[in-house]
Every structure is written in structure tokens, then in C-alpha cells.
């Protein structure tokens, strides 16, 4: 991140051209230890292969939307897992709860109440305590998606992608975030 702050602050404005080199493309060219010597001299050496990608350097609107998409990401896949847990458990004591995260919140009521479906009390407790997390990863997924559609309402660039067909706020949003300007690119692919 310090890279981005320092190409787009500090060094455009002595009149150097900036170009930003994903970190992978490096490190073949890196012959010994990792150190910082090494490291500069593998930046050298790989900066100066013709065909060598660049990435854009992001804006700080690009900066502060992308970790949101990331931090939403890793709440569905927590989310995901934790419903698969929750499906898991229950399928030990003969109770089957069909796919998607709509079902558990749809049955779960009646199985928590349901004192004759043979499930203990400690594990009842258990159940009850998974779901209440599932249902707080949900409202974190929710607060999330309404913080991006707000950036993308107020995002120019993001509301002309999102006038695509199946393009969506969210969809947009990370496209802007993620390419930027993509002029960048030399062809549409």
C-alpha cells in the first residue's frame, strides 16, 4: 500500500513516470535470500524485460472501496462455512436442512423449539449460539453491500459500468476499483 501512496503522491510530481510491477512478476528474478538488496536488484532486472506488465496506479477512492470487497468477500465465505457447519452438526442427529442460508434461518426456529426432535440441551444451546454468528456475518454482508452501492452512487464512472446489462452496483464498483482507468489495457481482453 505505501508503494501506491508514494506513486501517486511523492514521485509523479518530479515529472518520473510511475509504473507499479505485481509482486509475482518479481520474484523469479530474485537469486538469493529475500533482503532488500536482492529485492531491488530482482525490480531491476525484471523492470527491464520488454514484455513486462504494469499495473495502474489506483486512486485513494480505488484504495478505500477495493478492501471493502475484500472484507465483504471473507464474511460470505465465513458466512458459507459457518452454515455448512451449522447444516453439518445437525445432520449428526438426523436433522436435514436442504442448502442456502434461507433454509437455516427458515427451519431453525421450529428445530430450536422442537423438544422432542432428539437433540440434547447442550447441543440445542450449541445450534442456537452458531446461528445468532451466522445471523451477525449477515448483517455484516448487508452493512457492507450498502456501503458499496452508496460509493457507487456517487461514483461517475461506476454508474456509467452499471448501465451494462447484468452489471450491477456491486459488479461496477469492484471493476472500478479493481481496473480503474482501462484505457491502460492495449486491447479489450
Given at each position: ?8 503522491e ?36 525484471a ?23 475484500r ?11 459457518q ?6 452438526l ?22 430450536l ?18 446461528n ?14 450498502l ?6 452512487k ?33 486491447n479489450?481482453?
Amino acid at each position: 500500500m505505501v508503494v501506491h501512496i508514494i506513486g501517486r503522491e511523492s514521485l509523479g510530481g518530479f515529472g518520473h513516470t510511475i509504473k507499479l510491477m505485481p509482486p509475482q512478476f518479481v520474484k523469479p528474478y530474485v537469486k538469493t535470500n529475500k533482503d532488500d538488496m536482492a529485492v531491488a536488484e530482482a525490480i531491476c532486472e525484471a523492470v527491464s524485460h520488454p514484455n513486462m506488465r504494469f499495473v495502474a496506479i489506483k486512486n485513494v477512492e480505488q484504495q478505500a472501496i477495493l478492501p471493502i470487497h475484500r472484507a465483504k468477500q471473507g464474511y460470505v465465505k465465513s458466512r458459507t462455512a459457518q452454515a455448512n457447519q451449522i447444516r453439518g452438526l445437525l445432520s449428526e442427529f438426523g436433522i436435514i436442512i436442504p442448502q442456502g442460508i434461507q433454509s437455516i434461518s427458515k427451519r431453525m426456529p421450529d428445530i430450536l423449539e422442537d423438544a422432542e426432535n432428539g437433540l440434547p440441551g447442550a447441543m440445542r444451546h450449541l445450534v442456537k449460539r452458531l446461528n445468532d454468528h451466522l445471523k451477525e456475518l449477515g448483517r455484516q454482508v448487508g452493512e457492507l453491500e450498502l456501503q458499496i452501492k452508496l460509493w457507487d452512487k456517487e461514483n461517475e464512472a461506476s454508474q456509467k459500468l452499471e448501465a451494462i446489462p447484468g452489471i450491477g452496483p456491486i459488479t461496477a464498483s469492484e471493476i472500478m476499483a479493481t481496473v480503474g482507468n482501462a484505457r491502460e489495457f492495449k486491447n479489450g481482453r
